[in-house]
């Protein structure tokens, strides 16, 4: 294997990250930088000023290249906003060998099946993740193919989304003069760097918590499970601190981060913060952290919600994985661990080595390790239902 590069691009509604890496003769994956911008023309995780976005992405990329000395023209990018949503679906086909061997053309075939269900207009799949394929009555098979039947099954869950949110994607990488390898649905970027196979295997649930969204992918079995994006976040904890305390959003988000907590302040009853005025705003430690609790055990309430909807919920042996910029927030674990009755932890980059542990890095880190894992894979169950050469032509076809 030769030297090359790889890059990933993550776009949230605060910042949009690139990171930079490239892989080894040996394989091994070396991150050579991550450069993060404010976001502009992005709402929610969805881009909504396509032109907007492309100047930022497209200055990204100037930093990138000239920190890293390497040169980015293709990304894989995710997907985020409260539109993306998960449909179980069930595929059945006859096989066609006249031997009965089940051979990779089937198992193209059955997916393409599961893939037959009605859609609303302006929505369509991103991906499909077989969950189990069905040989003959016989469930739980992983690797059909080779096996002898004269009917092939499969269920799968298939990601959707509103088709303008990945027009309005596409249209702004594309216009900052890049290509695309793959879209990946953002709950499940994060989890391909910091869940483990066991996590998979027993029941584990990746939670990110984003600045305008909160998403959910849930494992069992080593399979995706479902996946659900919430339209609340850290920065509506932000919005709250500055109605409740009638300050400017930049200093709530200061107070936030400087002063927040999730289980309650001890020591002073008051706190005094120094503004760019020569002034001093006083504030109570007690109110904010109150404000903060209140928000995210509304989060956590929505999320036991979904959990609830496939009967995990306080039923998960893995737990809940924390990233995204709203995990920083102090005692959010412990907080997190009483209201889910489930293990909670703050994610780690698993399997790479990174300059800092940052949990809000770890969805644009996902990204590189997922591309390095999806060629490195021969396995038909886990490979994407696309292809990144198909998402290329796709992705073209949206420029006028």
């Given at each position: 294997?030769?030297?090359?590069t790889l890059a990933?691009l993550?776009?949230?509604t605060?910042?949009?990250k690139?990171a930079v890496?490239?892989?080894e003769?040996?394989?091994?994956?070396?991150?050579?930088g991550?450069?993060e911008e404010p976001?502009?023309?992005?709402?929610?995780?969805v881009?909504?000023?396509?032109?907007e976005?492309?100047?930022r992405i497209a200055?990204l990329?100037?930093?990138?290249e000239?920190?890293?000395?390497?040169?980015?023209?293709?990304v894989?990018?995710?997907l985020?906003?409260?539109?993306?949503?998960?449909?179980?679906?069930?595929?059945?086909?006859?096989v066609s060998?006249?031997d009965?061997?089940?051979s990779k053309?089937?198992v193209?075939?059955?997916l393409?099946a599961?893939?037959?269900?009605s859609l609303?207009q302006n929505q369509?799949?991103?991906?499909?993740?077989?969950t189990q394929?069905?040989?003959?009555?016989?469930?739980?098979i992983?690797?059909?193919i080779?096996?002898?039947a004269v009917?092939l099954?499969?269920?799968?869950?298939?990601?959707?989304l509103?088709s303008p949110d990945?027009k309005?994607?596409?249209?702004?990488?594309?216009?900052a003069?890049?290509?695309i390898?793959?879209v990946?649905a953002?709950?499940?970027?994060?989890s391909?760097v910091?869940?483990s196979?066991e996590e998979k295997?027993m029941?584990?649930?990746?939670v990110?918590?984003g600045?305008?969204t909160?998403s959910?992918?849930v494992f069992e079995?080593?399979d995706?499970k479902?996946?659900?994006i919430?339209?609340?976040?850290a920065e509506?904890i932000?919005?709250?601190?500055?109605i409740?305390l009638?300050i400017?959003?930049?200093?709530?988000?200061?107070?936030?981060?400087?002063?927040?907590?999730?289980?309650g302040a001890k020591?002073k009853?008051v706190?005094?913060?120094d503004?760019?005025?020569?002034?001093?705003f006083?504030?109570?430690p007690?109110?904010?952290?109150?404000?903060?609790?209140e928000?995210?055990k509304?989060i956590l309430?929505?999320?036991?919600?979904?959990l609830?909807?496939?009967?995990?919920?306080?039923q998960l042996?893995?737990?809940v994985?924390?990233?995204?910029g709203?995990a920083?927030?102090?005692?959010?674990a412990?907080f997190?661990?009483k209201?889910?009755?489930?293990?909670v932890r703050i994610?780690?980059?698993r399997?790479?080595?990174t300059?800092k542990?940052d949990?809000?890095?770890?969805?644009v880190l996902g990204?590189?390790?997922?591309?390095v894992?999806?060629?490195g894979t021969?396995s038909?169950?886990k490979?994407p239902?696309r292809?990144?050469?198909f998402f290329?032509?796709?992705?073209?076809s949206f420029?006028p």
């Amino acid at each position: 294997m030769k030297q090359r590069t790889l890059a990933a691009l993550d776009i949230g509604t605060k910042s949009i990250k690139l990171a930079v890496a490239k892989i080894e003769e040996d394989g091994v994956l070396e991150i050579l930088g991550v450069i993060e911008e404010p976001s502009f023309g992005v709402r929610k995780s969805v881009v909504v000023r396509p032109e907007e976005a492309a100047k930022r992405i497209a200055s990204l990329v100037r930093k990138a290249e000239q920190v890293t000395s390497a040169h980015v023209e293709e990304v894989v990018v995710s997907l985020g906003g409260s539109r993306l949503f998960a449909v179980s679906s069930h595929g059945l086909v006859a096989v066609s060998r006249a031997d009965g061997n089940i051979s990779k053309e089937d198992v193209d075939r059955v997916l393409q099946a599961a893939q037959t269900f009605s859609l609303s207009q302006n929505q369509e799949i991103l991906e499909a993740y077989p969950t189990q394929y069905v040989v003959d009555g016989e469930e739980g098979i992983r690797e059909p193919i080779g096996m002898r039947a004269v009917r092939l099954e499969t269920d799968v869950i298939a990601v959707c989304l509103f088709s303008p949110d990945l027009k309005n994607l596409t249209d702004a990488v594309l216009e900052a003069d890049l290509e695309i390898s793959g879209v990946v649905a953002s709950p499940l970027a994060a989890s391909q760097v910091m869940l483990s196979p066991e996590e998979k295997e027993m029941g584990v649930a990746s939670v990110e918590l984003g600045a305008g969204t909160t998403s959910l992918a849930v494992f069992e079995e080593g399979d995706l499970k479902h996946i659900a994006i919430l339209p609340v976040g850290a920065e509506n904890i932000t919005h709250d601190i500055a109605i409740g305390l009638r300050i400017e959003h930049e200093l709530a988000e200061r107070i936030k981060t400087e002063f927040g907590t999730c289980l309650g302040a001890k020591g002073k009853r008051v706190e005094k913060i120094d503004l760019p005025n020569g002034e001093t705003f006083t504030f109570s430690p007690k109110f904010v952290n109150h404000i903060i609790e209140e928000r995210v055990k509304e989060i956590l309430q929505l999320l036991n919600k979904e959990l609830k909807k496939l009967d995990k919920q306080g039923q998960l042996p893995g737990g809940v994985v924390l990233c995204g910029g709203g995990a920083k927030l102090p005692k959010i674990a412990e907080f997190a661990k009483k209201e889910l009755k489930l293990p909670v932890r703050i994610g780690i980059a698993r399997g790479i080595v990174t300059q800092k542990e940052d949990p809000a890095l770890l969805a644009v880190l996902g990204l590189l390790v997922g591309s390095v894992q999806d060629e490195g894979t021969g396995s038909t169950a886990k490979k994407p239902s696309r292809t990144a050469g198909f998402f290329k032509k796709l992705l073209k076809s949206f420029i006028p």
